[in-house]
């Protein structure tokens, strides 16, 4: 029996995580394309763009982010709020083969300013035919259910590390307190987008719990979102130690083991690895990556380099709608 029918329904403990995991790494690749085959068109990638529509100026303590005041950004809180310059980033994204626009603003939780502007954003970009994706931080209940009902299809909100590690990143706010707003998306039928951060110093077991979290999950998300650290000079993970990035593929391929019909995306990171590491996490499972010159506030991989990559593989770019 295959290792996702083996496992499809039921809980996933630690141990079997690791165990999968730890395989030697053919072994582990073999599975996981296998995996990949059976749910998904290997030939396509589902790609998404996205707009910083807020930045700067966090009072949360992300030890990874650029956007906290605790970091000594220099960036003060601004938002765009010409509907023109959101209009004319979806437009470029889709022509770009993006069948996904996310739109992410800095905080803890949003401002009224803010998120009266990600809903009138969300009803313009979806008339495109795009679908929205937004993240911008915890959401109260009554948010969610306005956010539904101007149409937002995913709602991006990452657990980032594992539970046991989080403090060591996060101090500001918990991993429950995250989860909460995750299961309120979920409550309420706008499709989840979550995952997290490798690179941040945590050990491959803190990497196991992560996705053994996600896949825990009552539902698996929809789309699981894997971001290898940007190191931004500045914040207190400036210099933390490379991670293996055959690690980086294992934990790629143990979340597409667990979640088997879930979108994969190598999200953050991607503008410092090489074409063949790129092919590598493909090969183990990732279905999605961004594309455009920036992702919120930091470079990306170039485009044209990206629609070559994509060529070279002999992959396409899943259509809108
Ligand atoms: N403020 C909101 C929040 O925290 O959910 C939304 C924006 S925040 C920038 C979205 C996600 O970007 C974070 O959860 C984190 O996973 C990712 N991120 C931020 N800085 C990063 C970095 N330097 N490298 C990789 N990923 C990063
Ligand atoms: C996610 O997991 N990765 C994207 C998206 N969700 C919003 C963002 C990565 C941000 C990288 C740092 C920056 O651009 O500031
Ligand atoms: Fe603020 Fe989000 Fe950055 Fe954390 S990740 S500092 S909440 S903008």
Known sequence: MSLDSALMGREVTFEEARAIFEKPFWELIYEAYGVHRRYHNVREIQVSSLLSIQWGGCCEDCAYCVQSIRNGTKMAKQAITDMGIIIAAAEWAKAIGSSRFCM?????????????????????????????????????????????????????????????????IITTRTIEERIQTIELVRKHGIKVCTGGILGMGETNDDRIRMVVLLANFVEHPESVSINRLVKVPGTPLENVEEMDSFDFVRT?????????????????GRETMADELQALCFLAGASAFFIGERLLTVGNAKVEKDLALLDRLNLKTVGCG
Not at 112 to 123: G, L, P, S, T
């Open 252 to 268: 790629i391929a143990l979340a597409r083991i667990l979640m088997p019909k879930s979108i994969i995306r190598v999200s953050a």
């Open 104 to 168: 992410g603003a800095s905080g803890r939780v949003p401002s009224d300013e803010i998120f009266a502007i990600a809903c009138k954003a969300i009803k313009i970009v979806k008339r495109l035919g795009v679908e929205t994706c937004l993240t911008m931080g915890m959401l109260r209940e009554d948010q969610v259910i306005k956010l539904k009902e101007c149409g937002l299809d995913y709602y991006n909100h990452n657990v980032d590390t594992s539970p046991g590690y989080y403090k060591k």
